[in-house]
């Protein structure tokens, strides 16, 4: 086993992940749903690296992770409220919410893209790990693109000599490889659902009986 893995419980987990992160790494990480690759979101060369590691095309946006609500309106311009967005019915949780974006975000993150997904994952690293950076951290699937996404750490052990840092949370207790529930909520009228992901029933009937939000059909 490579030297750069570590638990999730290990004591000085978090100022290891900092260190990396601040020197433009990329670390992979568990969340509340799947494994993820991250970085800084204010490193474009970490984001390069990003996109090289997994494949993915450049024309394909990440997400970012944040640790509290206030940082969604740091990055972002929700249209919810602040008691909608953090009553524990969707952040934080299994679900990446996309606003349009903030000036503060930097242009060559997602550059072109008008809106920005944003999770805060059900996870105490995670949001531990937010917190302490103050910033945001840049979020895709832990994956060769187009491949399953992964569960535990053993299932992109390929991408191992690739990424900086391994923090090993062992296997997920989500046990469901569809990721987060995306939903688009640009729009201050209605939501549409991006992506059929965890929970995503129980996400749906909270925009519409509780945000009073109407669902936009696919359009086929």
């Not at 992770?65 to 949780?93: C, H, I, M, R, Y």
């Amino acid at each position: 086993m490579l030297n750069n893995i570590a638990s999730v419980n290990d004591i000085d987990l978090i100022d290891r992940c900092i260190s990396s992160l601040k020197n433009n790494g990329v670390i992979a990480v568990p969340t509340d749903t799947i494994y993820g690759l991250a970085a800084l979101a204010n490193s474009e060369q970490a984001i390069r690296r990003i996109y090289e590691i997994k494949g993915r095309s450049f024309t394909k946006p990440l997400a970012i992770a944040v640790g509290s609500v206030e940082d969604v309106f740091s990055w972002s311009k929700p249209t919810l409220t602040k008691e909608q967005l953090g009553n524990g019915q969707l952040l934080p949780g299994p679900v990446t919410l996309m606003f349009e974006r903030n000036s503060s975000l930097p242009d060559y993150f997602n550059p072109n893209v008008t809106n920005v997904a944003i999770r805060i994952p059900n996870c105490q690293f995670m949001i531990e790990l937010a917190q302490r950076l103050k910033q945001p951290i840049a979020l895709t699937s832990a994956n060769i693109s187009n491949e399953p996404s992964t569960i535990c750490i053993d299932e992109f052990k390929v991408l191992w000599q690739d990424v900086d840092l391994v923090v090993d949370g062992g296997r997920l207790a989500s046990n469901d490889r569809r990721g987060s529930t995306i939903v688009d909520l640009s729009q201050s009228d209605y939501f549409h659902i991006e992506r059929e992901g965890i929970d995503c029933e129980r996400i749906v009937k909270y925009l519409q009986e509780q945000c009073h939000l109407n669902q936009k059909a696919n359009v086929v």
